[in-house]
């Protein structure tokens, strides 16, 4: 599954039959250049309708389907190969407005990575989203301070990324437009609400623990 998430780029969707059975199917998207092909081929009438949403199925399950079991409901393979083609581009103009919105919240645009991915492909036009996903975290941040310092030569205004603040009780949005309390909260809510009870318990308990020590120490000045 890992392995099938990363050819994918993390996207896979499945079709679970509602029998019982067992049987499910996974599958990736068409590509855009794969989807105007299957559109021509479509409205030039070249293959059979049904024909061409089985062609779009063996498209893109993830898997041979030439091992399908051959009792499967009649019809299945045809209505997801069409599922496939609506989500695909089909749908572009019925729902295009609501999946911009949501793919504008999932990839708000002042979060730092976000920030420090503006910053490398505004020096090196070269580099690609797909091609900065490759990267692993050490090559991006070298890239990205790579990038800084050819900015601060090249424009006397631009000002390196500062995350630190004055007022650590008052977290602010900094000059870049980095919503720290916002990045904050993101990281809490991905967190284990048990993992983050468990380490405030620690953290009370050390507290408990210092403060004896201190009225112990208090104690022996005192004698």
Partial sequence: MID???ETNGTIFETILPDNSGISFKYRLL?????NLF???RRLEAIEENSLATKVFERCYLGDSAFLPDDLPAGILISIGKLIL????DCDNYTLDE???RHRSNNPD???FSYIRSVIVTVFPMYTLEI???WDREEILRKFVIAENILSKQRENYKKLELTREDPKKPKKTKHGIDFARENAMLRSKQNPFDIEQAQDKVSESDRKLSKEQ???????RR
């Fill in 99 to 101: 999946d911009l919105a």
């Fill in 86 to 89: 609506w989500m695909s581009g």
């Fill in 215 to 221: 009225l112990k120490s208090l104690e022996a000045r």
């Fill in 4 to 6: 099938e998430l990363l």
């Fill in 110 to 112: 002042n979060t730092i």
């Fill in 31 to 35: 590509t855009l250049k794969e989807y």
């Fill in 39 to 41: 559109s021509k081929i």
């Fill in 132 to 134: 900065m996903n490759s």
